[in-house]
Every structure is written in structure tokens, then in C-alpha cells.
């Protein structure tokens, strides 16, 4: 399906994303609608929460395409301003991405190349998906927080939090030395009760993601089989392996996602998730924000169709 050509552009471009390469960018994007005589405005955020506030406070009814030109955190926070707009939209709001961050982990799962030109085309060409949102409630977002990549528990949020403090790295580089610190760490993990719908089960879980997109930290398919408008989350859990080495063999299967071989992990699908931790506590991100550092109980549901995506659709 294409939307009319009438529609109109708002990109929220952070212009520190990817270590300032978005900024860089931001001639090329200008130009490139310009020169496609589109109608078009571009905002540069400026700090955290601003991308979120500017998709709030746009307007529903004129069914503006709102585009998020960064990275996945960026991305983030566009979709949370626009779910929470005080005036919804008679449809899901129209939502696009020009991915010019550091991971672009959604992007991947998008079929939205990283060449700026590409990515700018499929924009243009105004071809939309249904696409489904989460809904992450716990931790330092008792209301919750939107995501549309996923949440990860346990591991990965730790190599998130070790990437982020290398400043002069970038790209999955930072994500492969974050897990290298993580493992040679090899910390006790949380004695979790995970539900997903009607099942339960019960595990020191050492990584668990629930995940719309396939990809998180800009190489690693913690979803490989994930569909973004099933109508649905998927889960994998990895049980706490017994060594060190064990560990590092099922992180390495992360990059090529099968890491469903192995014994300790376990996936499902579903739309209602709750986890609690029964021993010990829970670190937990959705889309690179951080949810907890030491959380107790999250509950995670999916929401059907809750957005609308332009990207390329595989059709001619």
C-alpha cells in the first residue's frame, strides 16, 4: 500500500547519533527532498526526550509522516511521542526512519539499508507496512515505555551498558568489546519466572529477549525468526551455562542467530510476557533505554498493528 503523495515530512534528526555522523548527513537529506519537491520540515533535537516531545506534540489529523533520522534509541523516542499523543490519530501514525545511528538495529529488521540515498528512496516512495509496537512496564517506567526492536534482560543490557561508556568506539565494535568484558565478568545470574501467555517456566536465565525485530546490538539476532506485524513477541531465554566457555559458544551463535541449538535456550512467541525475579535482579533495556537496573517484576505485552512504517515492501 502507498500513501498519497500529499502527505508531508516531519524528520526529527539527533544530531548526535552515530558519534555525530547524522549531523554530517543532514545536507544530504535536505538536498535529496528538496530536490524530490517534497513537502517537508527538519527539526534537530536537541537532548534527550526532545524527539519524543516534537512526535507528542505533531499534529494527527493532517497525517504527517513523522521520520526519525538517527538510530534506535532515536527511533525510540519518536514512537513513544507519537503513542502518547493526546489527540490520537483516526490510524495508527504514520512512522518512517532514515537510519543514520550507530546500530541500527530496527532499521535491519526494516529492510531499510544504511546508504543514505537508498534509505531516502524507500522514504519517498511512501510505501507503508503495518507494524507492531511493545509495551514495557516496570523499573523506571511503572506506565510504561513503547518499544518496537525489543527488550533485552540480563546479558545484553550489560554489554549495552559497557558499549555506551566507550566514547571513542563505534559501530558493533563497541557491542564486541562490551561482551568480552561481560563474559570474562561472568556473573551470577537471576533466578527468573518467566510466563509467556499460559506457560511458565522457571530458570537462572542468563539472557532473555523479547523482541519484535530480529537484531539487537548491531550484530546479534536475538530473534532470528521474529516478524515485525505478526501480531506478536517473540522470546528466547539462554539457561545460565555451566562454564564460562559454554557462554562464549552460545554468544558466538548469536551473530548467525542459532543459538536454538543448544540446550539451555528456549523460544516461544507470544503477546503477554511476565517475568519476576524470584533470586537476585533483573537488568533490562527496550530499544538501548534503560528500564532497570536491578528490577524485580516487568510485564511486557504486544500491541497489534499499533503503528504504520514506510519502508520498501518488496513490492514493484
Same mark, same amino acid.
Given at each position: 500500500?502507498?500513501?498519497?503523495?500529499?502527505?508531508?515530512?516531519?524528520?526529527?534528526?539527533?544530531?548526535?547519533?552515530?558519534?555525530?555522523?547524522? @549531523?554530517?548527513?543532514?545536507?544530504?537529506?535536505?538536498?535529496? @527532498?528538496?530536490?524530490?519537491?517534497?513537502?517537508?520540515?527538519?527539526?534537530?533535537?536537541?537532548?534527550?526526550?526532545?524527539?519524543?516531545?516534537?512526535?507528542?506534540?505533531?499534529?494527527?489529523?493532517?497525517?504527517?509522516?513523522?521520520?526519525?533520522?538517527?538510530?534506535?534509541?532515536?527511533?525510540?523516542?519518536?514512537?513513544?511521542?507519537?503513542?502518547?499523543?493526546?489527540?490520537?490519530?483516526?490510524?495508527?501514525?504514520?512512522?518512517?526512519?532514515?537510519?543514520?545511528?550507530?546500530?541500527?538495529?530496527?532499521?535491519?529488521?526494516?529492510?531499510?539499508?544504511?546508504?543514505?540515498?537508498?534509505?531516502?528512496?524507500?522514504?519517498?516512495?511512501?510505501?507503508?507496512?503495518?507494524?507492531?509496537?511493545?509495551?514495557?512496564?516496570?523499573?523506571?517506567?511503572?506506565?510504561?515505555?513503547?518499544?518496537?526492536?525489543?527488550?533485552?534482560?540480563?546479558?545484553?543490557?550489560?554489554?549495552?551498558?559497557?558499549?555506551?561508556?566507550?566514547?571513542?568506539?563505534?559501530?558493533?565494535?563497541?557491542?564486541?568489546?562490551?561482551?568480552?568484558?561481560?563474559?570474562?565478568?561472568?556473573?551470577?545470574?537471576?533466578?527468573?519466572?518467566?510466563?509467556?501467555?499460559?506457560?511458565?517456566?522457571?530458570?537462572?536465565?542468563?539472557?532473555?529477549?523479547?523482541?519484535?525485530?530480529?537484531?539487537?546490538?548491531?550484530?546479534?539476532?536475538?530473534?532470528?525468526?521474529?516478524?515485525?506485524?505478526?501480531?506478536?513477541?517473540?522470546?528466547?531465554?539462554?539457561?545460565?551455562?555451566?562454564?564460562?566457555?559454554?557462554?562464549?559458544?552460545?554468544?558466538?551463535?548469536?551473530?548467525?542467530?542459532?543459538?536454538?541449538?543448544?540446550?539451555?535456550?528456549?523460544?516461544?512467541?507470544?503477546?503477554?510476557?511476565?517475568?519476576?525475579? @524470584?533470586?537476585?535482579?533483573?537488568?533490562?533495556?527496550?530499544?538501548?533505554?534503560?528500564?532497570?537496573?536491578?528490577?524485580?517484576?516487568?510485564?511486557?505485552?504486544?500491541?497489534?498493528?499499533?503503528?504504520?512504517?514506510?519502508?520498501?515492501?518488496?513490492?514493484?
Amino acid at each position: 500500500m502507498t500513501v498519497p503523495n500529499s502527505n508531508r515530512f516531519l524528520v526529527i534528526l539527533n544530531p548526535v547519533a552515530g558519534k555525530g555522523k547524522s @549531523l554530517k548527513e543532514y545536507p544530504k537529506i535536505d538536498r535529496f @527532498l528538496k530536490e524530490h519537491r517534497v513537502d517537508y520540515t527538519i527539526v534537530l533535537t536537541k537532548g534527550p526526550g526532545h524527539a519524543q516531545d516534537i512526535a507528542a506534540n505533531c499534529p494527527a489529523a493532517d497525517e504527517t509522516i513523522v521520520v526519525a533520522a538517527g538510530g534506535d534509541g532515536t527511533n525510540n523516542e519518536v514512537i513513544n511521542g507519537l503513542l502518547t499523543r493526546k489527540v490520537p490519530s483516526p490510524e495508527p501514525p504514520l512512522f518512517g526512519i532514515i537510519p543514520v545511528g550507530r546500530g541500527n538495529d530496527f532499521a535491519c529488521s526494516a529492510r531499510v539499508p544504511g546508504d543514505l540515498d537508498r534509505a531516502l528512496e524507500i522514504l519517498i516512495k511512501r510505501r507503508i507496512m503495518s507494524l507492531d509496537a511493545g509495551l514495557v512496564a516496570g523499573g523506571f517506567f511503572p506506565g510504561g515505555r513503547y518499544f518496537i526492536n525489543g527488550v533485552g534482560i540480563g546479558f545484553d543490557t550489560k554489554v549495552g551498558f559497557e558499549a555506551a561508556k566507550m566514547k571513542s568506539i563505534h559501530s558493533a565494535l563497541s557491542y564486541v568489546l562490551g561482551a568480552i568484558i561481560t563474559i570474562v565478568r561472568y556473573e551470577p545470574s537471576p533466578l527468573l519466572e518467566i510466563t509467556c501467555d499460559d506457560k511458565t517456566i522457571t530458570r537462572q536465565a542468563a539472557i532473555v529477549s523479547v523482541v519484535n525485530g530480529r537484531r539487537m546490538g548491531g550484530m546479534f539476532f536475538m530473534g532470528p525468526n521474529a516478524i515485525l506485524n505478526d501480531g506478536l513477541l517473540d522470546i528466547c531465554s539462554v539457561r545460565h551455562p555451566a562454564t564460562r566457555r559454554r557462554l562464549i559458544r552460545i554468544v558466538l551463535s548469536y551473530p548467525k542467530g542459532a543459538q536454538g541449538v543448544f540446550e539451555e535456550t528456549a523460544m516461544d512467541r507470544g503477546r503477554h510476557f511476565q517475568l519476576r525475579a @524470584l533470586e537476585g535482579s533483573m537488568a533490562a533495556h527496550c530499544d538501548g533505554e534503560t528500564v532497570c537496573e536491578e528490577g524485580k517484576e516487568l510485564t511486557i505485552k504486544c500491541l497489534p498493528g499499533a503503528l504504520r512504517l514506510i519502508c520498501d515492501t518488496g513490492e514493484p
